[in-house]
């Protein structure tokens, strides 16, 4: 069976970064010394190899492992237990990225809709996506309808709940829901629009799944969801479904391992069946680097593995003011997040108009 190359950055002192790497090996899958993992079976079928070493940096190496994709069980939650279960729990090392055989994309078939299929959902074959958040926390349902229809009128492509909006005894799940999906459809009526509407989607199984019917049955355009409270295993089987529904990733939670962003947003969020992830860009206020952003941007493009290329959705506090640098930098094929900025000058139909013409202006410009 095919392996997993797994890429990770290892603290350690010169003279015991082999034996460190080594560990690192087996404490992914079989948690033993090779001295004591004697059983031939195992040995030849479960344990890996240590594939690089090289020194990056003043007691910093970057590690190769290749661990084979039958520990994984061709299950997501195993998947990242054998990425970086007890190892996530070792304050020297970080997973930087993952190279799998083109075997695991016969399970983690990514995205169901993807950018085409989101495109198509839209109207929107060529031109940047616009995308915003009811906020804030404490709305009741009556105001945040009100609110979602105030964005649906003024043609925003979709409207989220906040990520942090769960079913609160002064918002209820299902009465925001079903308030929110009525406001986005009377102004689609009204206007000839195609605004999504897309809830969050947070708690425990019983609770998401319940959520994820009563969403259905209320019409809903799209689902949210983040990966990290709910758990990616959740995500792979929301895309397995049959729901209809693009999916859009919330990094909420996801700096609290020391996996890279390109790799956790870019890779795992993607390959698990996320249409859409959102991410901080730079200069807002959780801002990545320069080149993760672009490395994250470009992993969820790629069609590795066969698989549908993925919107980046950047955010983190980016002003209206900052559109054109923003999709100058990414291109039109771009989920584009403005939140709070649509708020600040009080008329919200306006600032969110000037928005969708502002990023349809700079999407002709780009693709013509």
């Known amino acids: 069976m095919p392996n997993l190359i797994f890429r990770y950055q ?63 069980a061709l299950d997501p939650a195993q998947f990242l237990n054998v990425a970086f279960g007890n190892s996530s729990l070792q304050a020297d090392v970080t997973l930087v990225s993952i190279e799998p055989p083109d075997a695991f994309f016969a399970t983690f078939k990514g995205p169901r809709f993807g950018v085409e299929g989101l495109r198509a959902k839209l109207g929107a074959p060529k031109r940047a996506l616009t995308f915003t958040a009811l906020k804030p926390m404490g709305l009741s349902p ?81 689902l949210l969801i983040s990966p990290m409270l709910v758990g990616p295993a959740f995500l792979h089987e929301l895309a397995a479904a049959e729901t209809g529904l693009p999916i859009l990733a919330h990094p909420a939670f996801g700096g609290a391992l020391r996996v890279a962003p390109d790799a956790l947003f870019g890779q795992v969020f993607k390959w698990f069946g996320a249409d859409a992830v959102i991410y901080p860009h730079l200069g807002g206020r959780f801002s990545y680097s320069r080149e993760t952003c672009l490395s994250l941007a470009k992993r969820l493009r790629s069609a590795e593995g066969g698989l549908r290329p993925a919107f980046p959705a950047p955010a983190g506090g980016i002003k209206t003011s900052r559109v054109r640098e923003v999709l100058e930098f990414y291109g039109a094929d771009t989920l584009l997040l403005v939140g709070g900025s649509l708020l600040e000058t009080g008329d919200v139909v306006g600032s969110a108009r000037a928005f969708v013409a502002e990023a349809e202006k700079i999407s002709r410009e780009l693709v013509g």
């Open 10 to 72: 290892v603290e350690s002192e010169p003279d015991q970064i082999a034996a460190r790497a080594d560990a690192l090996l087996l404490e992914q899958t079989v948690e033993l010394s090779r001295a004591v993992t004697r059983d031939p079976w195992v040995r030849e079928n479960i344990l890996g190899e240590v594939l690089s070493i090289e020194e990056v940096g003043a007691g910093l190496y970057a590690v190769a492992l290749a661990q084979p994709l039958r520990a994984t």
């Open 142 to 222: 009556e105001a945040a309808a009100s609110l979602a229809y105030d964005f649906a009128v003024a043609g925003l492509d979709i409207v989220k709940d906040d990520h942090g909006l769960a079913d609160h005894e002064f918002c209820p799940f299902e009465k925001r829901v079903e308030l929110c999906q009525r406001a986005v459809g009377k102004a689609n009526a009204e206007t000839g629009g195609t605004t999504l509407y897309a809830p969050n989607l947070i708690g425990g199984p019983e609770t998401l799944y319940r959520q994820l019917e009563f969403a259905r049955a209320a019409g809903v355009g799209a």
